[in-house]
């Protein structure tokens, strides 16, 4: 798969870090990556302590089809995402805890039936879908500055709610039946949490896509526990961490002429394993 | 005499189709440091649970403190197991001590001086002080149990509801946990579930039998040793009488 970059000239001579920040889109692109990993390392964090990866997955695909709905509606696909990972979302927290449907099988079927309206509504738009790709397995190329915006206005929005439930996500991350016993509102900080998870995939899809969401939110945070004392320093590292797979993935997709979200996919992963093999032989007391 | 701290009067609850406990009758008052034993699946931790509120019965009712479960406000400690906490979890002790203070917080309200003046003399009664800044992924199984004793003192409860607190720690830490228990008998009302038969008649001043059904040893504050060796068969007995009328029954082994 080759990504748009290749239609530009003079591409070869240029493949020191200076020398393409002079484009505009490689500057939006730089600042895509950071404003990205903020909610990518404080979200991730969460999303890996309380091992809901599969939610987050599942209200990723399940926004495939506000994909569609844009498309259909012709409006921006980031903001036909967005109520459908929210709807996703509260829809997979409901089911699973006030419900009898058991977890995996409530994620399931959102995760199918949101990718089916996707595929429904895009074709069922006259045409050919233009950068459906790019939704799908990102481009962080691409990203035009009203974009850029409405990540920082959702970046500022998560911000925000950790800073301020910050003493009662941890509760509910660490002990959720305590809590509860303590008089916390557990559903409804649970059902935040996930809204923040929704919110985040919107921010994290134009970078990496709806179809690898779930490897930028999970692997640097996955990589910063096993080194970090608080959640607060966990969140610190893996938004370190996402900065660096980010631009270390960009700056390869550029050298390579490879798909960027991809690129910065294979750069995480190969940290991941390289980090997972080290905590094998080294100390296992903090991995248990 | 004051009002009792607890009050179930024949409560029935069913979890998923399967009836956990039955016509369960029992009255703990005030300073009162009460044993629960039995068998896995014996309905301990449900027990516990109807009484912190988290699950409901299907028939009898509950009162504690006077008021329906799950409304007192910060007067119960709870010691869960320390089976389920993922001890990869980056927090520390302290943190986790901090936690106790939540029933006394409002949403959005930060942990303040108070709090951590509090969950600090917390771990010292535990024992814990020097390691408050240490990782739970560091803390031996002894020493987590004593930061979760320590979290639910951290809220200045008047009831101490403690689940297996030796279930998984090493005799001597075993002995460490007993003489802590019995320092906080002084000021506290105590229920502890277990089925750590071997010493635990020494310590504590009621022991009751539970199977589903509730069978009560009321004994006073002393214990001989004859009724001690009484009680030490005893889970056995109520293992192999299963399928038992079914009733709530009261037994005076005095």
């Known amino acids: 798969m080759s990504s748009s970059i290749a239609t530009l000239p003079e591409r070869q001579n240029i493949t020191t870090m200076p020398d393409i920040l002079h484009f505009e889109f490689i500057r939006n692109a730089f600042l895509a990556a950071i404003l990205t990993s903020v909610a990518c390392g404080i979200i991730g964090t969460y999303v890996v302590v309380r091992r809901i990866g599969f939610i987050s997955g599942g209200i990723a695909h399940t926004a495939f089809g506000g994909i569609g709905l844009s498309y259909y509606l012709g409006l921006n696909p980031l903001v036909g995402i967005i109520p459908f990972s929210l709807i996703a979302a509260i829809g997979i927290g409901l089911l699973s805890r006030k419900a009898r449907i058991s977890e995996d099988t409530a994620i399931g079927a959102f995760w199918a039936a949101g990718m089916s309206a996707g595929v429904i509504l895009i074709g069922l738009t006259p045409g050919y879908a233009p950068n459906l790709f790019s939704y799908l397995f990102g481009n962080i190329l691409t990203v035009p500055t009203s974009d850029l915006q409405l990540i920082l206005l959702l970046d500022l929005l998560v911000m925000v709610m950790v800073g301020l439930l910050s003493k009662e996500f941890l509760a509910i991350s660490f002990d959720e039946e305590y809590a509860k016993i303590s008089g916390l509102k557990t559903l409804a900080l649970d059902l935040v949490m996930l809204c923040l998870i929704a919110l985040t995939v919107v921010i994290m899809v134009r970078i990496v896509g709806i179809v690898m969401v779930i490897a930028l939110l999970t692997i640097p945070a996955a990589v910063a526990r096993s080194f970090s004392q608080s959640l607060y320093r966990m969140m610190a590292f893996s938004t370190l961490f996402s900065i660096l797979f980010s631009i270390a993935g960009l700056w390869l997709s550029w050298i390579f002429d490879l798909a960027s979200g991809a690129t910065i996919i294979m750069v995480a992963a190969l940290v991941f394993l390289v980090n997972a093999l080290l905590g094998i032989h080294g100390n296992r007391q903090t991995q248990c | ?254």
Do not use: W
């Open chain 2, 1 to 254: 005499m004051s009002d009792p701290v607890i009050v179930c009067d024949r409560l029935c609850v069913r979890l998923g189709g399967v009836t956990v406990l039955k016509g369960l009758s029992l009255t703990v008052h005030e300073g009162d440091f009460l044993a629960v034993l039995g068998p896995n699946g014996g309905g301990k931790t449900t027990l516990l649970k109807v009484i912190l509120g988290l699950v409901k019965p299907v028939s009898g009712t509950v009162r504690v403190f006077g008021k329906e479960p799950g409304h007192a406000d910060g007067r119960i400690g709870y010691v869960p197991q320390t089976l389920h906490f993922d001890r990869s979890f980056p927090i520390s002790a302290m943190e986790v001590v901090l936690m106790g203070r939540l029933s006394r917080k409002r949403l959005l309200q930060r942990y303040g001086r108070e709090d951590r003046r509090k969950a600090l003399e917390a771990l010292e009664i535990t024992g814990l002080a020097s390691l408050a800044r240490r990782r739970i992924g560091a803390l031996s199984g002894g020493e987590l149990q004593r930061v979760l004793i320590a979290r639910a003192l951290a809220g200045e409860p008047e009831l101490l509801l403690l689940d297996e607190p030796t279930a998984s720690v090493d005799p001597e830490m075993k002995t460490t946990i007993y003489d802590l228990l019995d320092n906080l008998r002084r000021h506290h009302t105590i229920v502890l579930v277990t089925h750590d038969t071997g010493t635990i008649g020494r310590h504590v001043s009621r022991i009751a039998c539970l199977n589903c059904t509730l069978d009560m040893h009321e004994k006073g504050s002393t214990l001989s040793r004859a009724t001690l060796e009484n009680l030490y068969r005893y889970p056995v007995d109520v293992v192999e009488h299963r399928d038992s009328s079914g009733t709530a029954k009261y037994h005076d082994h005095a």
